[in-house]
């Protein structure tokens, strides 16, 4: 990208739904921020409109081309299609290494100057990132080469998401008692609730589930547990006695489980400031946990040949190297560890660690806080080129 060109970029980013909500929930938020706070004109290309609407309201499914939040949204139907240089953007982001249309890659080779090209890749702490950090492909055939842009935990690496407003918005929300009540109020949450340990459940269908709650309804401490509807739904229908829908809610022994709707992206960050600890999944709800300044559990993605073990592996190394009890249940959790897991002891191990965990959580948000973000990364990158 000529470093001439002072106005901001245009830049499109493809996107191709694999994980439901983690894949387009990234691109989402690099989206809107890159238009909020650095003026770029985005274009998101995503081929599942239903899933980006459960987590902004106000996408329409029936919509070829929309506005949502200053993005220009399109419906990414395949990989047909003929293109312009007119059309292509000045920054082209495939994510997750997703196959752009062959025609759009033609019209980028037509283009002058040629676009920078980006794969946005997935989230890591495994060391070989920072090697692959950035590094160059060029095109077999067409005068294009792209780049790997790797997010990461370190300065080797592009960085997180997060929004220059978050730390802001956050600290005020947990230092108000009130507000955090009138956020869960309508969801059912009692006075009582609010003083219990609250805990909010995003997981894949394979997690275990049913045994902790077990363990949580067995326990001595009051637990109000706060999942989505749709998450966990054998588990949470077993201990409900009735079908998971969103304001289901039932109290057995120890634990109350209340079921959620799927909020917008910036409710869930509430909801996630809102409680004591933080089951996550995947990577986007995984990265805004860390954000949250509180406890989380990690539910990695699973992969062929359990790949993801290592990785889970790779990242409590860097995270929780002193944190036995939270990396014991994490790799539990995970079904990474031999044997059969002791829920109840493990969830007593890691109640009693919970304020050192807390102390660990603001310190690694202020190391990350430090490597800059993925977004400002990435331009500062981009123009480099």
């Known amino acids: 990208m000529s470093s001439e060109n002072t106005s901001p970029p245009t830049l499109?980013?493809?996107?191709?739904?694999?994980?439901?909500?983690?894949?387009?929930?990234?691109?989402?938020r690099l989206a809107r921020q890159l238009h909020q706070e650095h003026g770029v004109a985005v274009t998101l290309w995503v081929d599942d409109l239903p899933?980006?609407?459960?987590?902004?309201?106000?996408?329409a499914l029936a919509a070829e081309r929309q506005r949502v939040d200053g993005v220009d949204v399109r419906h990414w139907r395949d990989n047909d299609g003929v293109f312009s240089a007119a059309d292509v953007a000045d920054i082209v982001i495939e994510f997750f290494a997703c196959d752009i249309p062959d025609g759009y890659i033609a019209a980028m080779a037509q283009s002058t100057p040629r676009p920078v090209w980006l794969n946005l890749e997935g989230l890591t702490a495994e060391e070989w990132v920072e090697g692959c950090h950035t590094l160059p492909s060029p095109h077999p055939r067409l005068p294009l080469t792209k780049h790997f842009f790797f997010p990461g935990f370190n300065g080797k690496t592009g960085g997180l998401l997060r929004e220059a407003v978050l730390d802001r918005q956050r600290l005020a929300f947990q230092s108000d008692a009130a507000a955090?009540?009138?956020?869960?109020?309508?969801?059912?949450?009692?006075?009582?609730?609010?003083?219990?340990?609250?805990?909010?459940?995003?997981?894949?269908?394979?997690?275990?589930?049913?045994?902790?709650?077990?363990a949580w309804r067995a326990g001595p401490d009051a637990i109000t547990c706060l999942v989505p509807e749709g998450v966990a739904t054998d588990a949470v229908q077993a201990f409900l006695g009735a079908p998971a829908a969103a304001g289901?809610?039932?109290?057995?022994?120890a634990l109350t489980v209340r079921v959620l709707p799927f909020v917008a992206q910036p409710d869930y960050d509430r909801l996630l400031w809102a409680c004591d600890v933080n089951f996550v999944r995947g990577e986007d709800s995984f990265v805004r946990a860390q954000w949250a300044n509180r406890p989380f559990i990690w539910h990695i993605y699973p992969q062929d040949d359990n790949l993801h073990h290592k990785k889970l592996r790779a990242f409590l190394q860097v995270y929780a190297d002193r944190l036995d009890s939270l990396s014991a249940f994490?790799?539990?959790?995970?079904?990474?560890?031999?044997g059969p897991a002791d829920w109840p002891v493990l969830w007593s191990r890691l109640q009693a660690e919970l304020p050192a965990i807390g102390l660990q959580s603001s310190a690694w948000q202020q190391e990350m806080s430090g490597h800059g973000d993925l977004a400002g990364n990435l331009l500062t990158f981009a123009a480099s080129l």
């Open 12 to 28: 499109a980013l493809f996107c191709k739904v694999v994980d439901n909500y983690g894949d387009i929930g990234i691109c989402w």
């Open 180 to 214: 955090r009540s009138a956020f869960l109020a309508p969801f059912g949450v009692t006075a009582a609730e609010m003083a219990s340990l609250k805990v909010s459940l995003f997981c894949y269908p394979h997690a275990p589930v049913a045994a902790l709650f077990d």
């Open 51 to 59: 899933s980006f609407r459960r987590i902004c309201p106000a996408v």
């Open 248 to 253: 289901a809610a039932r109290t057995h022994g």
């Open 330 to 338: 994490a790799l539990q959790w995970n079904d990474a560890a031999a």
